[in-house]
T-cell receptor, first 113, second 114 residues
Framework: GAGVSQSPRYKVTKRGQDVALRCDPISGHVSLYWYRQALGQGPEFLTY????????KSGLPNDRFSAERPEGSISTLTIQRTEQRDSAMYRC???????????FGPGTRLTVT | DAKTTQPNSMESNEEEPVHLPCNHS???????IHWYRQLPSQGPEYVIH???SNVNNRMASLAIAEDRKSSTLILHRATLRDAAVYYC???????????????FGKGTLLTVNP
């Protein structure tokens, strides 16, 4: 079946612009996660959804970052007023429930110039 | 969260077995040991997990020490496609709290020589 998909795969934006990153999880997966990965590092947790409810946003770096999953399926991670330090790979993952194995998407490579 | 310690890198030859170690001396009784790997330019993928007993699946085997303070991921015959970063992660799946999140360390970079 289809895996987790993310779009766009690459995004180059100018500092100060807003960006929206999309994640389409595996059908039926109730749990959805966003991670950020710097070069040479493991992914770092950003936020977690159970169905449409955002149950943990403790990993979001600051209030410029927000995420939503309004219908319990597709999720959007939005970064407002982007800064160069936001440049990273943003990865989405989904799982059948909160403790099952997570399936990761290919990621969105964000570059802020 | 209980921490894990892995070697930064390891090297293997193709078609030979590979033993990837992980130390987790502060593991709690309800922590499962999970392994994920990340192939170049891809997202992490689940490999295997276990609690106390050794586990086998189509990808690998997991050997867990009797005191659970260490574990070893075993690839029985390494192929070039197994070249990846391997992450050992502890997850407490019984308690509530933040057991949904995966806490990745730096992992072990496995190089497979032809």
């Amino acid at each position: 079946g289809a895996g987790v998909s993310q779009s766009p795969r690459y995004k180059v934006t100018k500092r100060g612009q807003d960006v929206a990153l999309r994640c389409d999880p595996i059908s039926g997966h109730v749990s959805l996660y966003w991670y950020r990965q710097a070069l040479g590092q493991g992914p770092e947790f950003l936020t977690y959804f159970n169905y449409e409810a955002q149950q943990d946003k403790s990993g979001l770096p600051n209030d410029r970052f927000s995420a939503e999953r309004p219908e319990g399926s597709i999720s959007t991670l939005t970064i407002q007023r982007t800064e160069q330090r936001d440049s990273a790979m943003y990865r989405c993952a989904s799982s059948a429930n909160r403790v099952y194995e997570q399936y990761f998407g290919p990621g969105t490579r964000l570059t802020v110039t | 969260d209980a921490k894990t310690t892995q070697p930064n890198s390891m090297e293997s030859n193709e078609e030979e077995p590979v033993h990837l170690p992980c130390n987790h001396s502060t593991i709690s009784g309800t922590d499962y040991i999970h392994w994920y790997r990340q192939l170049p330019s891809q997202g992490p993928e689940y490999v295997i997990h276990g609690l106390t007993s050794n586990v086998n699946n189509r990808m690998a085997s997991l050997a867990i020490a009797e005191d659970r303070k260490s574990s070893t991921l075993i690839l029985h015959r390494a192929t070039l496609r197994d070249a990846a970063v391997y992450y050992c992660i502890l997850r407490d799946v019984y308690s509530g709290g933040s057991n949904y999140k995966l806490t990745f360390g730096k992992g072990t970079l496995l190089t497979v020589n032809p």
